[in-house]
């Protein structure tokens, strides 16, 4: 068993390898990338800004709830904007992301595998690695920041709803207040980071898919794996990715 895991890790991490070399190589398929980018960015907004909001909200009340013992409550706004912006937008996106994004990669590629669908696409000459595997990479790795940055605003928003509802407090101080103590330095390798989070997710689920076996049920368990592996995988790198941050970007 742990040498079948060891071997699945090794020609995971073969399939990244080749997926990371192919987005150099031509044909570009830039008008199936531009798709793909609709399809994984453009229909996870919705669920996307949902979920900022929501939480925004909820790190509003618990916020509120820890920091007036302390007779903090005018930190609120900054300290639920550097909490979303530094760690928990990137992370909630990235989870959002695996569930709904992953899941349908590992669902489609897989069922194109069993109906022979990929095998069809090989025998017209076209590079079926580069065409569905490479166009959802770039594309997971496009939308991650631009989705992290709308969950972080949205929560931003959802903290404003909050907080003027108990305190009344104002627009104008609330987002004054809020990027008070943010730079780009907060910003800028927080978001980036995400677009290791895409690469993850896309690859990871991309595999499974790609590699289906069993039928329907393999499809099945192709999407759920993708989903807990790839969840799994961004939790582990995050740990990783912080801490290079940390050491890169010193907290002031």
Known sequence: MVTAALAQAGDMLLFAARALRDVWRRPWEGAEIARQILEVGWRSLPL????GFAVGVVMSMHTRASLERFGAEAMIPAGLALALIKETGPLVTGLLFSGRVG????AELGAMRVTEQIDALESLAVDSFKYLVVTRV??????MPLLTTVTNFAGIIGGFVAETAVSGMSFALYFDRAFSLINFSDYVPSTLKTCVFGFIIATVSAYLGYNTRGGTAGVGQASTRAVVLSSILLILSNVVLVKMILFFFPSR
């Open 48 to 51: 996307i800004t949902a979920a």
């Open 103 to 106: 899941a349908g990669i590992g």
């Open 138 to 143: 770039v594309a997971c790795v496009v939308a």
